[in-house]
């Protein structure tokens, strides 16, 4: 049977159908997991269509001085579709590089979005947009106690993870790769030890996603949830590409229960024959 | 006839003349701004929309105000 293609993007999006398995944060039981930022779409109305593809139920925002330019009408319009998916905010706190930026950028979040909710990033560099572990840690620990929920943006650091931990975070979300560079997942074995070395935690793969296969990866290596937004921004169909990322995350999360077969060094053969061609023999 | 005393603060990049003893509310309402609409920082601190009122202004101050946007 030849393989189709995706549906065009101008029709409306199919509707997805919902995971099986929740994944709970702070007590709210979410049917998709897969986040997706609102940034950098070509219009609203993509923006729209990708997040009813996408079927997320967590949506990231931000918050800007009001000198800079609008965005246009898309987060209002984006609030709506959300609403419509039972979809909830998650304000981050980007472009700040101290905890103390952090903390008062959250409570500006908090009180503009109605939510406790905040996606903590503290950048240490602005080359890789890596964030800064000690800064990170400080605010986690000063919002925690001030009542926020923090989803803390951080590397794959296992030591720096149980701090934020540690902090009060329900949740740590370590990156594959540098914000919008799109490379997938760059430290396998750091992110698989994060994996086995805290098994009951969330742990969502944050920042440098660039293909659905990447974010299959990731699920399959039994990460809870992704979050992404330039590998669908940027599309040349963000619609379509909402959709196919939506299909690997549930792919790669069913791929995850049913259980790897594990690598072998050599080949195996499948096919449950004797040890010699039966018609070759030498007999 | 003496002027009014007035201060003179900084609101995102440009200078502001308010009258002494101005609040943070009533930058607000000078900017035309609504108070759900945004939220404020002054010197770098955040004041909670319920604390404006009481928040006075003084010359050389720094306000930020902000507002929802998309982001990742």
Same mark, same amino acid.
């Given at each position: 049977m030849p393989l189709t293609a995706h549906p065009?993007?101008?029709?409306?999006?199919a509707i997805v159908p919902k995971a099986t398995d929740p994944l709970l944060i702070d007590g709210v039981a979410l049917d998709s997991r897969f986040f997706l930022g609102t940034a950098g779409y070509p219009s609203p109305a993509t923006l729209c269509d990708a997040i009813r593809a996408a079927g997320s139920q967590v949506l990231t925002v931000g918050l800007k001085r009001t000198l800079q330019a609008g965005d246009n009408g898309a987060l209002t319009q984006a609030f709506a579709v959300g609403r419509e998916q039972g979809a909830r905010l998650l304000p981050n706190t980007a472009g700040c590089r101290s905890a103390r930026e952090a903390v008062q950028l959250a409570h500006m979040a908090r009180e503009l979005y109605?939510?406790?909710w905040i996606k903590l990033e503290v950048i240490g560099?602005?080359?890789?947009?890596?964030?800064?572990p000690f800064e990170l840690v400080a605010a986690a620990t000063e919002l925690v106690r001030e009542g926020f929920v923090v989803f803390p943006y951080c590397t794959e650091d296992l030591i720096v993870g149980r701090r934020l931990l540690d902090a009060g975070c329900p949740l740590l979300m370590p990156w594959?790769?540098?914000?919008? $560079? *799109?490379?997938?997942?760059?430290n396998l074995h750091g992110l698989r030890t994060l994996r086995e070395r805290l098994p009951d935690t969330v742990l969502v793969i944050d920042?440098?996603?660039?293909a659905p296969s990447q974010a299959a990866r990731a699920m399959e290596l039994g990460f809870d949830a992704v979050l992404l937004n330039s590998a669908v921004a940027q599309a040349g169909d963000p619609v379509a590409m909402a959709g196919a990322f939506g299909d690997a995350v549930r792919a790669g999360r069913r791929a995850f229960h049913a259980g790897l077969m594990a690598p072998q060094a050599f080949a195996v053969a499948s096919?449950?024959? $004797? *040890?010699?061609?039966f018609l070759l023999g030498d007999a | 006839m003496t002027a009014l005393p007035s201060i003179t603060v900084r609101l995102d990049d440009r200078t502001v003349a308010m009258p002494a003893g101005a609040t943070l509310a009533h930058l607000l309402e000078r900017e035309r701004?609504?108070?759900?609409?945004v939220a404020t920082a002054l010197n770098g601190r955040f004041v909670p929309r319920d604390a404006r009122a009481d928040t006075a202004l003084n010359d050389g101050d720094v306000v930020l105000f902000f507002q929802p946007i998309v982001g990742g």
């Open positions: 065009p993007s101008t029709d409306r999006p109605g939510t406790a560099d602005d080359h890789t947009l890596q964030p800064d594959g790769a540098p914000i919008g $560079s *799109g490379q997938g997942l760059l920042a440098g996603l660039g096919t449950p024959v $004797s *040890g010699h061609a | 701004r609504e108070a759900a609409a």
